[in-house]
């Protein structure tokens, strides 16, 4: 699909390996948590992924797309301990806040930087942000069940989907476009990325539409309405009947002498 679409150059797709159940066996136990089915038969199939692509502007082509999930080896812990963290340093943890908004209505839980949650980097997004695989219940013991949530730039959690396959799906139908995870954002994506989506995937970028009518798309204007012309009733000014200068005057003088001579009769009375 995207070889065939006008202006893209340089599909290059990174064959990788499938990767060792034990590697697999290792990254769970150093973890304490168990990789969700989906995600641990994907990487039995190939041990990551990355697809990039290019537009041609002029002679040089441009990076534009680019579809990546870690290795089992990169797939490592978010705000995680490290040695080389100095004394009394900020960490993520800091900015829990217990007057965060939980999950409301349909709303789901947001994760937490702190111990609670165990979140783990898939892809790192061009700098963008970051998708994450999310335990969300990781006390007393970490629960089996993950999430997929994206963690923007300003370090707010939004939520994408509940399993890794879903995700993939996702990833694959954005066709890795930039910003591309802001489409889930409340904000969006910005209008240069919102360029290249009206490009290359116009309905993604639409998706308001997609819940209306099934007529929205149709244009709905009727031409014989707007420019129906208004029956309005012609006003007719009558004109008054031509007569003589001389004829008004001595008309004009008649009724004045009528009503001079009907008030004279009601005085002598």
Known sequence: LLETSPGVAEVTLVEKEPAERHTIISWEQKNSCILPEDLKNFYLMTDGFQMTWSVKTGDTPMPLGSM?????SKLCQLGG???????????????????????NGDK??????????LIFELDPCNGNGKVCLVYKHAKPVVSPDTEI??????????FLTKTFTAYYRLLITHLGLPQWQYTFTSYGVSPQAKQWFNMYKP????????????DSFVNKLDPNKVFKSKNKTPVIKKKPPSQPAASQKSHTSMTSSKMSSLAGNSSRK
């Not at 990546?68 to 089992?72: D, G």
């Not at 301990?81 to 999950?103: F, I, K």
């Open 68 to 72: 990546v999930i870690n290795s089992v």
């Open 149 to 158: 949530w994206f963690l923007d730039r300003a370090l707010y959690w939004h």
């Open 203 to 214: 309905i993604t970028i639409n998706t308001a539409l997609l819940s209306e009518e099934d």
């Open 81 to 103: 301990s490290s040695m080389y963290t100095l004394p009394n340093a900020p960490t993520l943890a800091d900015l829990e806040d217990d007057t965060d908004e939980e999950g």
């Open 108 to 117: 789901p839980e947001k994760p937490h930087f702190d111990s609670r949650s």
